[in-house]
């Protein structure tokens, strides 16, 4: 006797459920949500052909209503051929837009390929609106338009009021010099090439001090202090006795005897220079001709004393320092850059200079020297800039603000840095294409400039407009568009449903039991 056949074994059958669950998910996350809904499609309704068929009405349009694609307005992420229900929530799926790419690749017919433009094969700057020859002797090579949507995405079209709701905003690319404007922190200083110390060349005490306090400004040839030296004592006796050596023999026949009394001479005054005492203090010791116990230090250079070690009766000895004087007409202002802003900094550039306690003034300068060497903890380059000090108002040891100004002065093209998507490995820009379609174009940028500005190398021309706002879900929206004819494209070349051992059929649930 046949016994009837027994219902599928729930644990086979959740095991199916199951296996499609984990598949749907596995495809959201690697294979993109187009590919996602087809497993999802398969995971709520248990078949692999999300685009199945059913009746074969004829919608308005013209088209069969089996072979329109339809999605669901809560998850676009579901798509299928003819109308039905969404496996999601259930809501009536709703065709796609008509006149759409997807929408017109689906109805099927092979389309004219269309070419942008000629490119040299070695050089992929180099293109040409016909074709002929490149720079280095090769034949131009024609770039599609099909090819070019496949490399960035697909040309979509939106409509104007879907384009307001998503706040879709444009620009024009446009030409421009490249300027940029760095603002740092720099750190007034000495200028290094008008710092002067006093240093003692012989022994003594100093009698007398004219520079006694710090802060003190001399001026060349200021006195200094009084000093008594047995040196310098020796040094007037040698210089008063070669002069009445030459007063002796100024009546000698010999001619050698009178220039070997004048050599001592110029010897002796020679040596009183070499212990900085100036042209006039020897020309009143040549007219006394009287040895003095103390003579005066004359400073060698103006500007401000900004070190006295001096003090009256104190004993000096040879290389001692006394003063330090610093000529503050020009000071050094340091500021640290870093690495992405050295191409715009460059000898002679001009600077200017803005003091908290000076407020509304600007003080200009250029920069003369950038440092040969990187800092390895702060891992910025030091610039160093020099500012005119007539009155003084900038004082070594101040902090600053300090504007440096770039022009490079060429004509590039320019876009605003929200105008592009940035992946890291490549640049897309959304290229308007009319009122309702929008191009993603894979660019490469150079340099950013002032005010958000970046240099466009290749990809754009001047004169077109690229979107500034909403590229994340233009660039969504053709993924997705790319995922779906992707999709239609295998589904064309794929046998067709209904045949199990394809594995395009419904997957059939195991029973259990025992047939007689």
């Known amino acids: 006797m046949r016994q009837p056949a027994r219902r599928p074994c729930r644990s086979n059958v959740r095991g199916g459920h199951v296996l499609g669950m984990m598949i749907g998910a596995l495809a959201f996350l690697v294979g993109g949500g187009a590919v996602g809904a087809v497993l999802s499609s398969y995971r709520l309704t248990g078949q692999w052909n999300p685009f199945s068929t059913g009746g074969t009405s004829t919608s308005p349009g ?59 094969p070695m050089d992929a700057s180099y293109i040409s609106d016909a074709p002929g020859k490149s720079p280095m002797g090769m034949d131009l090579v024609p770039v599609y338009a099909d090819a070019a949507e496949t490399s960035s995405g697909r040309t979509i079209t939106i409509d104007p009021v879907t384009q307001q709701n998503m706040g879709i905003r444009t620009t024009t690319v446009h030409r421009g010099p490249l300027a940029k404007t760095i603002r740092t922190v720099g750190r007034v200083d000495y200028d290094e090439k008008t710092v002067t110390f006093i240093d003692t060349k012989f022994e003594g005490w100093i009698e007398k001090l004219y520079a006694d ?132 900094v460059r000898m002679g550039q001009e600077a200017t200079m803005t003091l908290p306690y000076v407020p509304g003034k600007e003080f200009p300068g250029q920069v003369v020297y950038i440092y040969p060497y990187l800092e390895k903890q702060t891992r910025v380059i030091k610039v160093r800039l020099e500012f005119d000090n007539p009155a003084l108002e900038l004082k070594p040891g101040m902090y ?40 993603p174009r894979d660019i490469q940028v150079g340099i950013e400039a002032e005010n958000g500005m970046v240099e466009v190398l290749y990809g754009l021309d001047e004169g077109e407009r690229v979107v500034t706002s909403g590229q994340f879900m233009l660039d969504a929206e053709s993924k997705l568009k790319e995922a779906i004819a992707k999709m239609l494209e295998a589904q064309e070349l794929s046998p067709s449903p209904g045949t199990p051992d394809e594995g395009h059929g419904a997957l059939e649930p195991q029973t259990s039991g025992n047939n007689h």
């Open 62 to 120: 013209g088209a069969s209503t089996s072979e329109r694609l339809y999605t669901c307005g809560m998850h676009p992420n579901v798509i299928q051929k003819g109308p039905g229900d969404c496996p999601i929530c259930h809501m009536k799926l709703t065709p796609l837009r008509a006149g759409d790419d997807v929408e017109r690749q689906a109805e099927g017919g092979p389309r004219e390929r269309k070419i942008l433009y000629w490119r040299a």
């Open 213 to 344: 306090e710090t802060g003190m400004l001399v001026k060349k040839g200021m006195p200094l202090f009084d000093v008594y030296s047995p040196k310098l004592w020796e040094a007037q006796e040698e210089f008063l006795a070669a002069l009445r050596g030459v007063e002796r023999l100024s009546e000698s026949p010999l001619a050698e005897a009178r220039e070997e009394a004048q050599r001592l001479v110029e010897a002796a005054e020679v040596q009183l220079r070499y212990f900085d005492i100036t042209h006039e203090q020897i020309v009143e010791l040549r007219r006394s001709r009287t040895s003095r116990k103390t003579l005066t230090i004359n400073s060698p250079a103006a500007g401000i004393v900004t070190e006295k070690m001096a003090l009256r009766g104190m004993y000096v000895r040879p290389g001692m320092r006394l003063y330090t004087i610093a000529d503050l007409s020009k000071v050094w202002v340091y500021v640290d850059v870093y690495e992405y802003q050295l191409p715009w």
């Open 400 to 439: 600053a603000n300090v504007t440096l100004r770039a022009n490079l002065n060429r004509d590039a093209l320019l876009i605003p840095r929200e105008a592009y998507i940035d992946s890291g490995t490549r640049q897309v820009a959304f290229v308007l294409r009319g009122d309702r379609k929008f191009q």
